[in-house]
């Protein structure tokens, strides 16, 4: 069954003037995106590059704004041409900011202040403070002292805008220490906070003698993840851990004795203790084995995704109930493709279920769907994009002998050879419900990229972007697709950066 044909933008605009969508706002914030998908889709619609820069630091993007010098300049790209928030005072290399993440404030919470109500960029720096940082002034809002104990070094959401974790580098035994056969007790700390009003759960140890020698692990979604170099992933719950193991409530910007100890939590020198530590093993809720630790948890019901811990089986996955860990029907997905990069898989951000697989020459769009009278679930495809690509990969080579004879041998083409359109980078813009697909072709000398976007329900293609710089394929690229912006971000030899912004230009045609 096809899409049912829309409401042209003058009918939007008109319904909207007339006030029928005012008892519900989230209909009216609904219309004013369809109209402007509308727009951006047309065909008399261009995307302009209006703005290219380049830099010695990583630039990064958030919502609008474009960061550089570790997140202490902030430009906005909301205007027609971009434009300077602010930029924070110059500072030492020990108080540059390591890591941040955008917080927005949430819909029918009463907040203590006025300022909690606009946007703020929570960081990191590398002398362990946490940082609440306006988003639009650059104005320390708050700030909170991690520790002494450990090096903070990664932030996190755990729930998206409600709490964060900051994770800690790990604890590495030094040359002497290994050739002592000393063991490092505790090999990373997690701590994790609900934000806006900042309040602390706690820090958490992750220590050898209960984890044994963890690699890695997080925090998600209340879930503790720990990872292990052998493919094993573990699953715990954090909340089960907090009230069985946590040793004293903290509360910030409160007197507290630890450790012979006196101070304020929150504050130099004092900072906060760890005040979760296992002493025994906690109830384990999951447990998995994967290559390289690829582990997804999505889909509805609940599923998972895995390839089987073995070298010879990258580039499979396995799609599995959570349940009791049964694969799917037509649960073994790969990618029968030759190429030096291998595909990618993950569960579709649109929280319908889906899965995405990308290869270098498709994109498939899969399903889970029910089997009639069985509990098992089964994997079909949704939609397929192609790369526009000649049918024909195989290739004729004509040599010559030394007698004069012409001898023809056939070779077959990589799946991402540089030559043919290859898809690089697949995202969901999810506010105009859009996937966007960055395909690249080398033309000559030179790589050229385009950005499509393609109809998230049905997968067709309604609109694509030519990028005006070159693209080589050797270097490290972002591309975000926000509403009416494109923004392009490349990171070449001797840690050179450079950002270039597309935005929709006034169209060409008056009609709608």
């Known amino acids: 069954m096809g899409p049912t044909r829309k409401p042209n933008v003058c009918s939007r605009l008109s319904r909207r003037a007339l006030g029928f969508f005012s008892r519900d706002a989230g209909v009216v914030q609904r219309t004013n995106l369809g109209i402007l998908r509308a727009l951006v889709c047309q065909k008399s619609t261009k995307f302009k590059n209006v ?17 550089f010098d570790n997140y202490r300049c ?5 205007a027609s041409e971009p434009r300077k928030l602010y930029e924070m005072p110059k500072c030492s290399k020990s108080e540059k900011i390591e890591d941040a993440l955008l917080w927005e404030c949430p819909v029918g919470e009463i907040l203590p202040n006025a300022s909690d109500y606009k946007s ?4 990191l720096t590398a002398h362990n403070w946490l940082l609440r940082i306006s988003a639009t002034t650059g104005k320390i809002l708050e700030k909170i002292y991690l520790a002494s104990y450990c090096k903070f070094r ?26 002592a056969g000393i063991q490092q007790p505790v090999l990373l700390y997690l701590a994790v906070f609900r934000v806006l009003p900042f309040s602390l759960v706690g820090i958490l140890e992750i220590n050898k003698k209960i984890f044994g020698s963890v690699t890695d692990a997080t925090l998600s979604h209340g879930i503790l993840i720990v990872m292990y170099s052998s493919g094993l992933v573990r699953l715990y719950s954090f909340q089960a851990i907090t009230e069985q193991f946590m040793q004293q409530k903290l509360d910030l910007g409160c007197a507290c004795r630890w450790g012979g100890t006196a101070g304020t939590v929150g504050e130099a020198p004092f900072g906060i203790p760890c005040n979760i530590k296992i002493t025994d093993s906690p109830p384990l809720l999951f447990e998995v084995s994967s290559l390289e630790n690829a582990f997804q948890i999505g889909g509805h019901p609940w599923h998972y995704i895995i390839t089987p811990n073995k070298k010879k089986q990258k580039g499979v996955f396995h799609i599995c109930a959570l349940k009791d860990k049964s694969l799917a029907k037509n649960g073994i997905q790969e990618m029968e493709c030759c190429s030096l990069e291998s595909d990618w898989i993950y569960f579709h951000p649109d929280a319908s279920g889906r899965i995405i697989h990308v290869g270098p020459n498709q994109v498939k769009v899969l399903k889970l769907n029910e089997i009639e009278n069985d509990s098992q679930h089964q994997v079909s495809e949704d939609f397929v994009i192609l790369a526009n690509r000649e049918k024909n990969k195989n290739e004729n080579l004509f040599t010559v002998t030394a007698s004069g004879r012409v001898v023809k041998k056939n070779f077959t083409l990589l799946d991402d050879d540089p030559e043919q359109e290859t898809f690089k980078i697949v995202d969901y813009e999810d506010e105009l419900d859009l996937l966007s697909v960055v395909a690249v072709t080398q033309i000559d000398a030179e790589g050229k990229a385009h950005l499509d976007f393609h109809c998230n ?5 309604l609109k694509s972007i030519p990028l005006v710089e070159s693209w080589d394929v050797t270097y490290s690229h972002e591309v975000y697709f926000d509403r009416d912006l494109v923004l392009h971000i490349e990171q070449k030899p001797n840690r050179v950066f450079s950002c270039y912004v597309y935005q929709m230009v006034k169209l060409t045609s008056p009609s709608i």
């Open 51 to 67: 703005w290219t820069t380049h830099s010695k630091s990583p630039i990064a993007y958030e919502r609008g704004r474009i960061y």
């Open 74 to 78: 902030c430009i906005s790209s909301v």
């Open 120 to 123: 703020s960029l929570i960081a």
């Open 154 to 179: 990664y932030l996190s959401w755990d729930t998206p805008q409600e709490v964060i974790a900051v994770k800690s580098a790990q604890n590495k035994a030094s040359a002497v220490a290994r050739q």
């Open 457 to 461: 329900e049905y997968g067709t293609l």
